[in-house]
C-alpha cells in the first residue's frame, strides 16, 4: 500500500531544500529577520477566544481545492471572495490550504485572503506540511496567525516547531490521529489540538476517532475535530461530544451556499 504521507513529506523536503538555498543567497531575507526576531508579525491576531467561545461551537472553514483521494474538489477563482462568503457565514477561522503537489494549493491564496481579511479579528490558519523553522518564518510573512503541526509529518521536531512558533507569536494546530500523538502533543506544548478523522498515510477516513480521542486531551486545550464533518448535523454532534472547534473544507468547497452550511452549525 502507498503510503500517501511519505511521499508528501519527501516532495516537502525537497521545496524546503529549494527555500534555504534561494535565502540563503541574501542574509537579510525576511524569513532570517523573522526567525531572529528582528522582524515581527505583519498582522497579529488573536485565536484563542476566536476557536473558544463561550456557549457557541467555532468553525474554521478552509478553502480546499484538492485532495489526494477525491480529486479535484471545486473550482475556486477567487479565494478571497470564498474566505468573504465564509466569514459572512460566522466561521471564526478561515484554514487555506498552501501545499501545492498534492493538494493544488499555494502560498498566493493565503496571501489574498490575508490582505483581504486583514480589518478583521479573523485568524488565518495556513494549513500545509509544515517540518522546518524556515516554513514558520515562510507563514509569518505571508501573515498566517496559525500554523498546523501534523505530528505524524513533524514527529521528533514537533516540540521544536511549535515551541518556535510560540517565541515568534505563532499558534499552532497540533495535529493528531492516536493516544501516541496525543501524548507527544501535550509533552512539546501544544495548547490547540486537533483530532484528524482521516488517517493521512492512507487517507481513509473514521468519524469515530474525534470521539474516541477526546477524552485524553486535558479541559485546559483547545479541541478541533477535523476531517470528513460532511454536514451541520455532524458539527453539532462534535460540538456536544465537547469540541470547541471543527475545521470543514471539501463540504463548504463543494456546496453552492457556504454561508448556509456555516450558519446552520449554529443553530440550535
Not at 65 to 71: E, L, V
Not at 77 to 90: E, F, H, I, N, R
Not at 99 to 111: H, I, R, T, V
Not at 165 to 177: D, R
Amino acid at each position: 500500500m502507498i503510503n500517501r504521507l511519505d511521499e508528501i513529506i519527501a516532495k516537502k523536503q525537497q521545496e524546503i531544500t529549494a527555500i534555504k538555498t534561494i535565502t540563503a543567497e541574501n542574509p537579510n531575507h525576511i524569513y532570517y529577520k523573522i526567525l531572529s526576531g528582528e522582524a515581527s508579525h505583519p498582522h497579529p491576531k488573536t485565536v484563542v477566544t476566536a476557536l473558544r467561545k463561550q456557549n457557541q461551537l467555532s468553525v474554521i472553514a478552509e478553502i480546499k481545492r484538492r485532495s489526494p483521494s477525491k480529486g479535484l474538489l471545486g473550482n475556486i477563482p477567487d479565494p478571497s471572495k470564498l474566505a468573504t462568503d465564509y466569514v459572512m457565514g460566522g466561521a471564526s477561522a478561515i484554514s487555506v490550504l498552501t501545499e501545492k503537489y498534492f493538494f493544488s494549493g499555494n502560498l498566493a491564496d493565503l496571501e489574498q485572503v490575508v490582505t483581504t481579511l486583514q480589518q478583521q479579528d479573523i485568524p488565518i490558519l495556513r494549513k500545509d506540511f509544515i517540518l522546518d523553522e524556515i516554513q514558520i518564518a515562510e507563514s509569518i510573512a505571508a501573515g498566517a496567525n496559525i500554523i498546523l503541526c501534523i505530528v505524524a509529518a513533524a514527529k521528533e521536531k514537533t516540540k521544536e516547531i511549535i515551541q518556535k512558533s510560540k517565541t515568534l507569536g505563532l499558534s499552532v494546530l497540533t495535529e493528531v490521529i492516536d493516544e501516541d500523538e496525543i501524548d507527544i502533543a501535550l509533552e512539546s506544548g501544544a495548547e490547540i489540538i486537533a483530532i484528524n478523522n482521516r488517517n493521512l498515510r492512507t487517507f481513509e477516513i473514521d468519524n469515530h476517532r474525534s470521539f474516541h480521542l477526546i477524552k485524553y486531551i486535558p479541559k485546559n486545550i483547545i479541541k478541533v475535530a477535523a476531517s470528513g464533518i460532511s454536514s451541520p448535523e455532524q458539527a453539532k454532534a462534535y460540538y456536544q461530544a465537547g469540541f470547541d472547534a471543527v475545521l470543514i473544507g471539501e463540504a463548504l468547497v463543494k456546496t453552492t451556499d457556504p454561508k448556509t452550511f456555516i450558519r446552520a452549525c449554529y443553530d440550535t
